[in-house]
């Protein structure tokens, strides 16, 4: 079965649909056929920008349940230190806690295609070692 990581800002336009992203985002999870993984800082944030959409947090939830999508917890100490650590590596980018979080996840679990709308990062971001992410909204 295909795994695909979900960052923010696709899951929002997915279910925001007055995000300007959104028609784009559809149209791609629409052709999807598989399972996504995120973490809790993305949920995090999406439960934030989602907060002036209608239901947006209850649509949130839905998704995360009907999907069957695994939220990884990355907040151990161990994990945050490597967060800081990434997040360190890629100052110049820059990189969030989410985007890191999602680096991590790739560290773990080797999956490389990844939905997100921040192509400047995950085109740059690497994990174990020298691989490189897999743009699935851009490169579809």
């Known amino acids: 079965m295909k795994t695909w990581l979900l960052d923010t800002g696709p899951l929002v336009a997915f279910l925001d649909a007055g995000d300007p992203a959104h028609d784009r985002v559809a149209q791609v999870f629409g052709s999807l056929r598989g399972k996504f993984i995120t973490t809790g800082a993305v949920v995090t944030e999406a439960f934030y920008l989602l907060r002036y959409a209608a ?3 209850e649509r949130l939830v839905d998704f995360l ?3 069957g999508a ?3 917890d990355l ?3 161990d994990y945050l230190r490597r967060v800081i650590r990434l997040m360190d590596k890629y100052a110049d980018h820059p990189m ?3 985007d890191a979080s999602l680096v991590l996840v790739a560290e773990e679990t080797g999956h490389d295609e990844i939905l997100t709308l921040d192509e400047r990062g ?3 971001f690497r994990f174990r070692g020298s691989r490189r992410f897999q743009l699935v909204v851009q490169d579809r």
């Open 55 to 57: 239901a947006g947090a």
């Open 65 to 67: 349940d009907g999907t």
């Open 70 to 72: 695994t939220v990884m």
């Open 75 to 77: 907040f151990a100490l």
């Open 96 to 98: 969030d806690f989410a």
């Open 122 to 124: 995950f085109r740059a």
